[in-house]
C-alpha cells in the first residue's frame, strides 16, 4: 500500500500536555484530498506494580474526562528526552512512594492510531517497597491502595477497573506468564 501524501500541516491548537494538528492528505487511491485531525501527545508509561506479598500498588485518583474517582495501576508521562522506564521508575516514586528492585518492560500499545500516533509503555515491577513519601504535582490528589492480584480479573469484569490502557497492560501481563502471582 502506498503512504498517503499530506500536503498542508500545521499545528491548530497547543494544549500542553498534547497539541491538536490539522492536516491535509492525499489518498493514494483516489488521488483526491482529505481534511483530518490528529492530536500529537507524549508517549505514555504504566506498571503492574507488585509487592513482595503478591499484592497490587495501585492508585485511586479524580478523573475529569469520567467525573469520577477510578482504581487504576500507576501511569504518567514521558518527558522529552526521558527513557520510557525511567518515566515508570520516576512516576511510580511519585505517585507512590514504592521503588522496586526488579523491572521488565510488558510491551507497548497505540492508544488510538486513528487520531493519535503516541505509544503507552507498559512495565512490570515485581518486589516494591514504600520508600518515600508520595510527591504530587498541584493538580493530583492520590491515594495508594493495596489489592490482591487475585482480585483484578473480577474488578475487570464487574468495570471497577475499566482504563483501556490498564486493561491492555495487565493482559500483556498475563501473556508474559503472570510472574509474581496469577490474576485469572
Known sequence: ??????????????????????????????????????????????????????????VRQYRHGVDRYTLEIPAGMVEAGEDPLAAMQRELAEETGFVADRWSRLGSVHPNPAYQGNVCHHFLALGCVRAGDQRLDAGEDITVELVPLADVAGLIQ???????????????????????????
Not at 25 to 34: D, I, N, W, Y
Not at 161 to 182: K, T
Open 158 to 184: 464487574d468495570g471497577t477497573l475499566d482504563h483501556a490502557l490498564e486493561i491492555a497492560a495487565f493482559f500483556r501481563y498475563v501473556l508474559a506468564g503472570q510472574p509474581g502471582g496469577a490474576i485469572v
Open 1 to 58: 500500500m502506498k503512504a498517503w501524501e499530506r500536503v498542508v500541516d500545521g499545528v491548530a491548537e497547543d494544549y500542553h500536555i498534547f497539541k491538536v494538528r490539522r492536516h491535509t492528505a492525499v489518498s493514494p487511491r483516489t488521488g483526491k484530498p482529505g481534511r483530518y485531525v490528529t492530536i500529537e501527545a507524549p508517549d505514555w508509561v504504566n506498571v503492574v506494580a507488585i509487592n513482595g506479598d503478591g499484592a497490587l500498588i495501585m
